[in-house]
């Protein structure tokens, strides 16, 4: 079973702070995607990267893969409240199911 | 992006009753769909795989009699909960897998709470 692990658990900053969440495993991965829930909705992709080292920006978000593709990052600048959430990694090894992290739980405190 | 409904977004219903929820893909085919349980402030449960045309396949711990799922079409998958009790009152989110050449994503429906009284 590959396991993803994120960092941190949760995650409480000012609004207009940076921050960077992660997400770890020993497993390499074919793809590597980023979701974001708010509660009570289902969770919305954000990005899907797929080669070592990549590193995708929308908007303040940057998103990178780590080099091995058994790692990666999100990077938030200048974080509003909007960007409440929890965040979820999921990646795949082959083609068929994803695997979650159990995600990190952002308040963003205007 | 690809677009994922689900109907309806909130159930109440009696203790013993069956529950029917509904997972459309509305802008792609779908040949594979995810039924996840989420229970408060955790991540997702992955519940079953949904493969049109063919069975479901269930995780391990599942009542695949309780929880029953079809994938009648490219475009729709139903999970029925069966003979409900308090203890299946969650959130069920389904998913839909998108294929774009060699790289698979799911995306999500927006979810349904199932409260069992």
């Known amino acids: 079973t590959q396991l993803l692990e994120q960092s941190p658990q949760f995650l409480s900053i000012q609004e207009g702070e940076n921050l960077t969440v992660y997400c770890n495993s020993s497993?390499?991965?074919?793809?590597l995607q980023w979701y974001r829930q708010e509660p009570g909705e289902g969770p919305v992709l954000l990005v899907t990267v797929v080669t070592g080292g990549e590193v995708k920006k929308l908007k303040r978000l940057t998103f990178q893969f780590g080099d091995a593709r058994k790692d990666s990052s999100l990077h938030i600048t200048a974080a509003q409240p909007g960007d409440t959430g929890l965040y979820l990694c999921a990646a795949g090894a082959g083609s068929y199911q994803l695997t979650f992290g159990k995600g990190t739980k952002l308040s963003v405190i205007p | 992006g690809a677009v994922v409904s689900q109907h309806p977004s909130w159930v109440i219903c009696k203790s013993g009753t069956s529950v029917k929820i509904e997972c459309r893909s509305l802008d792609f085919q779908a040949t594979t769909m995810f039924w996840y349980r989420q229970f408060p402030k955790q991540s997702l449960m992955l519940m079953a795989t949904?493969?049109?045309?063919?069975?479901?396949?269930?995780e391990q711990g599942v009542e695949k009699d309780k929880f029953l799922i079809n994938h009648a079409s490219l475009t729709l998958s139903t999970l029925t909960v069966t003979s409900a009790h308090p203890e299946d009152s969650s959130f069920y989110i389904c998913s839909a897998r998108f294929s774009s050449g060699a790289v698979y994503e799911q995306y999500f429906g927006p979810g349904t709470r199932l409260t069992v009284t």
């Open positions: 497993s390499v991965f074919s793809s």
């Open positions: 949904s493969n049109e045309g063919s069975k479901a396949t269930y």
